[in-house]
């Protein structure tokens, strides 16, 4: 299965974050196939000082999505992400890792929305897709990824704490 993640940081050494993050998916999800340029971006949905650096990346895994997410939570946590369990909404982070797209399944548990809800609202996931995925086709909006417009407005995210 090919797996596409979102990968994000506006703590610390945000690019070694995001570096360190991606040395292990490779090691324990799957192999790094493809990765976008990372960009710096504001913080969306919350205020912060500090800027985000994003990217997108695939891995080719043979892994289960729940595997799959219990291995990005993991990942995350080793590298200084922490979660009160009584978070509600969004704050600065070490690193923060989507999953955005498995193949093209469609999944929704109370712990899992694959694609990721929110990619046409957020110009960090979308262009990163756009610029390694152009041709991929969004399973739900049926649309190749360089056709879908960045959707703006307010949105209330009821998934804050889905990946």
């Known amino acids: 299965m090919k797996i596409v993640l979102g990968l994000g940081s506006n703590l610390g050494d ?16 799957g192999r790094l196939e493809r990765e976008s340029s990372i960009i710096q971006t504001e913080p969306w949905g919350f205020e912060s000082d500090s ?20 291995i990005c939570n993991d990942i995350e946590s080793r590298l ?13 982070r070490t690193i923060d890792i989507d999953i955005l797209f498995c193949d093209d399944m469609i999944i929704e548990t109370d712990e899992l929305t694959v694609p ?3 990619i046409e609202y957020r110009s960090f996931v979308l ?4 610029e390694i995925l152009p041709d991929f086709v969004h399973p ?18 009821k998934s804050t704490n889905k990946k």
């Not at 070694?16 to 999800?29: F, G, M, P």
């Not at 800027?51 to 219990?70: C, G, I, Q, Y």
């Not at 262009?127 to 756009?130: A, D, F, Q, R, V």
């Not at 909006?141 to 995210?157: A, F, Y």
């Open 116 to 118: 990721h809800p929110l």
């Open 51 to 70: 800027m985000f650096l994003n990217s997108v990346a695939v891995f080719v895994t043979d892994k289960t999505p729940r595997e799959a997410l219990r």
């Open 127 to 130: 262009e990163p897709l756009k």
């Open 14 to 29: 945000r690019l070694k974050y995001i570096r360190e993050a991606c040395s292990l998916l490779e090691r324990e999800l």
């Open 80 to 92: 200084g992400r922490v979660r009160d369990g009584k978070e509600k909404g969004y704050k600065s």
């Open 140 to 157: 739900v909006l049926s649309l190749r990824l360089d056709e879908i417009e960045l959707k703006t407005g307010v949105l209330h995210d």
